[in-house]
T-cell receptor
Framework: EAGVTQSPRYAVLQEGQAVSFWCDPI?????LYWYQQPRDQGPQLLVY????????NSQLPSDRFSAVRPKGTNSTLKIQSAKQGDTATYLC???????????FGPGTRLLVL | GDQVEQSPSALSLHEGTGSALRCNFT?????VQWFRKNSRGSLINLFY???GTKENGRLKSAFDSKERYSTLHIRDAQLEDSGTYFC???????????FGSGTQLTVMP
């Protein structure tokens, strides 16, 4: 069984630039999560989906961040105008259902200069 | 405030010895996961528990929802066990994993 895959692995931006992160969850997993992990901290949930529907995006900075999962499989997280404070690793995870084990991808390390 | 308090933040062990990591929860959690961050930065699943204990090789984990804690025991530590360990828990009625702040484990020869 292939794991959760993410791309790119690294991104370096100037403030104000846009960036998109892509996630391919484990096949058959209906729930997909995006987390932000600042350096030396634990991951913090940004948004999660059940199939194509957003279940909770209350912790997603909606003015600059957006996330979609149009077909209930792959997902994209986008930052419209990056800030230095967005520097972190962005992790995608998936689970077979909302109460199951979450499996994490390798993450995308973002540096905003 | 933080709902998952992980300790210790750092731990040094000599090869062959053992110790325990602990997470205390400020609210009732329905399940806990333990992860290890590998050399490439990926979170590797160690355990998922909704109750009781699980064992895998030299690792053993326990979760007591009523007493609001979980532990991860490492025995006969090896150099390759070094890394950062995280616990994460989901509260009743929520699907969100709340992570502890991590334990940096160093195993010395």
């Amino acid at each position: 069984e292939a794991g959760v895959t993410q791309s790119p692995r690294y991104a370096v931006l100037q403030e104000g630039q846009a960036v998109s992160f892509w996630c391919d969850p484990i096949s058959g997993h209906d729930t997909l999560y995006w987390y932000q992990q600042p350096r030396d901290q634990g991951p913090q949930l940004l948004v999660y989906f059940r199939d194509e529907a957003v279940i909770d995006n209350s912790q997603l900075p909606s003015d600059r961040f957006s996330a979609v999962r149009p077909k209930g499989t792959n997902s994209t997280l986008k930052i419209q105008s990056a800030k230095q404070g967005d520097t972190a690793t962005y992790l995608c995870a998936s689970s077979r259902d909302r109460e199951g084990t979450q499996y994490f991808g390798p993450g995308t390390r973002l540096l905003v200069l | 405030g933080d709902q998952v308090e992980q300790s210790p933040s750092a731990l040094s062990l000599h090869e062959g010895t053992g110790s325990a990591l602990r997470c205390n929860f400020t609210t009732t959690m329905r399940a806990v996961q333990w992860f290890r961050k590998n050399s490439r930065g990926s979170l590797i699943n160690l355990f998922y528990l909704a109750s009781g204990t699980k064992e895998n090789g030299r690792l053993k984990s326990a979760f007591d929802s009523k007493e609001r804690y979980s532990t991860l025991h490492i025995r006969d530590a090896q150099l390759e066990d070094s890394g950062t360990y995280f616990c994460a828990a989901a509260s009743s009625g929520s699907w969100q994993l709340i992570f502890g702040s991590g334990t940096q484990l160093t195993v010395m020869p």
